[in-house]
């Protein structure tokens, strides 16, 4: 097709094909590189709708970054990056910055598959919800009920699933299907400050709020026999769990103590940003590298903490169904983290491949098949990519693809991506007109509170089907199976 041309704000925007979009690099603008955008003309009309475009113009300033600034299909206006947005910077060069990670490290999400189907749940859906809702902890400041030492603390921060797996909360076979098999190397608990460490210990094993969840969910359709199999979903009508959520306090408060850092450390490493939100330090810095560490110890204890929310989980359907342990299949099929900055090798155009700080805010990796890190089970498919959608509508199952490599440093869409503020959906939705809507397709919803119903109503998100079909047709990471939720946890 020929190039169309229009304008987003300041910025030109040339139309390269049906679902890539380009912004060139405008070094007037101290632009390094250029922002690629992978949306169809109806997502890529919800980002002009915030400051997704801008901010991600902003990004393609950073010191050492690399190749392009990538804004996947569920793109959103974030903390200084956009959420859905990756960016690569040169290890030696280039810069790290908290911004790009987010307040909420590792968040990420997992799903278990089990050997029950609808008819098995619809007679104890609501004791089902119910007793998950009493079982797993949700809402602000909630808190979990292991609680800590700081030395144990510490072991925890260095092992992630490890740990949990160890204390007989899960299997090795959990550990073997998490990225980086739930446990980050390099972690190191002293680059973490006292106040996060209070933040956290109290926490490990509980949902939060905001989007976070834990949906009983079946499967609808399936579109890839193969790697469906493989995943052990294999029909119509099964049973999954899927698990939202992430570093909680911890995460929260390790982001907001080197964003201070990065601010103070701007001058001293000479660095003018287009927006402080940016605050970053060179990698090969004290300050990047404590950095790191102490976001490799949140990567953990984020894994750590969807490791005891699973073990939870198993013993309610246990006690709900009456069964023993392990009579109900309920295997993992796979955990992956979408706010994370990682050192990989990547191809950087065309001069063979390189160290590259990848910060995926809002994505998700989606490493093709034969890829060393890809878990040998799924290593002659590839990379199992979870997509989730709202409450009351899809989520994805999906499958790292060969192009992502080309096209996107290895990354996906993370989810539906938020098209609608948490104030602007108080005021158009209510919680008795957003459980109604959702009772009328049986979906049952169990909430902390009734902000937090009508804040996530699906009317709040971009059409996860479109977002599917983007990375699907794009081949960074292809259509597996279709889900649609059952019974909803909300903190």
């Not at 210990?201 to 890839?224: P, R």
């Not at 996107?408 to 005021?427: E, I, K, L, N, Q």
């Amino acid at each position: 097709m020929s190039e169309l041309v229009t304008k987003i704000g300041n910025h030109r925007i040339r139309k390269v094909s049906d679902l890539e979009f380009k912004i060139d690099a405008n070094t007037d603008k101290g632009m390094k590189v250029p922002v690629t955008i992978y949306a169809n003309d109806s997502l890529i009309s919800k980002m002009a709708m915030d400051r997704t475009i801008d901010q991600a113009a902003n990004v393609a300033t950073l010191p050492g970054v690399v190749k392009h600034v990538i804004v996947l299909p569920d793109g959103h206006e974030g903390y200084g990056f956009p959420v859905g947005g990756v960016a690569a910077t040169d290890m030696e060069e280039g810069v790290i910055s908290p911004g790009g990670v987010g307040y909420d490290i590792n968040c990420g999400v997992r799903l278990m598959r089990t050997n029950l189907t609808e008819s098995d749940l619809r007679p104890k859906l609501k004791d089902l919800v119910n007793e998950l809702f009493r079982s797993i902890p949700s809402g602000v400041g909630s808190e979990g009920s292991i609680k800590l030492s700081r030395s144990e603390l510490d072991v925890l921060l260095v092992e992630g699933v490890r740990w949990a797996v160890t204390h007989g909360y899960g299997t090795d076979d959990d550990a073997d299907v998490c990225e980086e098999g739930g446990s980050m190397a390099g972690a190191d608990p002293a680059s973490v400050s006292d106040t996060a460490r209070k933040r956290g210990a109290s926490q490990l094993g509980s949902l939060g709020s905001g989007n976070h969840f834990l949906e009983v969910q079946k499967v609808d359709k399936i579109y890839d026999e193969r790697a469906a199999k493989a995943m052990g979903l294999d029909h119509p009508g099964q049973l999954t769990v899927l698990i939202h959520c992430g570093s909680r306090g911890f995460g929260h408060q390790i982001c907001t103590d080197y964003l201070r850092v990065s601010e103070s450390a701007l001058r001293k490493y000479g660095m003018s940003l287009p927006d402080r939100e940016l605050a970053c330090v060179p990698n090969n810095s004290k300050e990047g590298a404590d950095y790191r560490k102490a976001m490799y110890s949140a990567l953990n204890f984020a894994w750590a903490n969807r490791q005891m929310i699973t073990h939870w989980t198993r013993k309610t359907f246990e006690r709900v169904f009456q069964t023993g342990e392990g009579g109900l299949d309920m295997d993992l099929v796979y955990d992956v983290a979408h706010n994370i900055a990682k050192v990989e090798r990547h191809s950087v155009d065309g001069e063979g491949t390189r160290d590259v700080v990848v910060h995926r805010k809002g994505a998700t990796r989606a490493f093709p098949a034969g890829m060393q890190q890809v878990p040998d089970r799924y290593r002659s498919i590839g990379q199992p990519v979870i997509l989730p959608g709202s409450m009351g509508t899809a989520s994805w199952i999906l499958l790292g693809g060969q192009k992502s490599l080309e096209l996107s440093f290895g990354s996906t869409a993370h989810g539906a991506g938020r098209t609608m503020s948490r104030s602007a959906a108080r005021r158009s939705y209510t919680t008795e007109g957003v459980r109604s809507g959702l009772e009328s397709r049986g979906i049952y919803v169990k909430a902390m509170t009734r902000e937090g119903v009508v804040e996530e109503t699906p009317e709040a998100y971009k059409d996860v089907d479109a977002v599917a079909d983007v990375s699907h047709s794009l081949g960074i990471a292809t259509k597996v199976v279709r889900l649609v939720p059952i019974g909803v946890i909300k903190g």
